[in-house]
Nanobody, 115 residues
Framework: QVQLVESGGGLVQPGGSLRLTCAASGTIFSSDTMGWYRQAPGKRRDLVATVTIAGATAYADSVKGRFTISRAQNTVYLQMNSLKPEDSAIYYC???????????WGKGTLVTVSS
């Protein structure tokens, strides 16, 4: 069983920065991928960025050049720079375990970008 706990959300002004952290408890497999997704009110949950245990990353076009995902053992980070109001959302951490076709989600952390 895997549990994911996010932290680091908050209120920030446009142009500001935040760093989100997701701590995973339990056994992490070498085939697991971890990532961040976000969901704004009334919208679907969308991919923000993912990282494999080998360090391969992928980003949504809307955050490329502004956000950086990184991973250290069982923790994944999302450094968010040059934040825009449209980045406001609940950010969720996800662990994908393809070997057993299971996904695990955290409860989310709220990011609000507003002046």
């Amino acid at each position: 069983q895997v549990q994911l706990v996010e932290s680091g959300g908050g209120l920030v002004q446009p142009g500001g920065s935040l760093r989100l952290t997701c701590a995973a408890s339990g056994t992490i497999f070498s085939s697991d991928t971890m990532g961040w997704y976000r969901q704004a009110p009334g919208k679907r949950r969308d991919l923000v960025a993912t990282v494999t245990i080998a360090g391969a990353t992928a980003y949504a076009d809307s955050v490329k050049g502004r956000f950086t995902i990184s991973r250290a053992q069982n923790t994944v980070y999302l450094q968010m720079n040059s934040l825009k109001p449209e980045d406001s959302a609940i950010y969720y951490c996800k662990l994908e375990r393809p070997v057993v076709a299971m996904d695990y989600w955290g409860k989310g952390t709220l990011v609000t970008v507003s002046s």
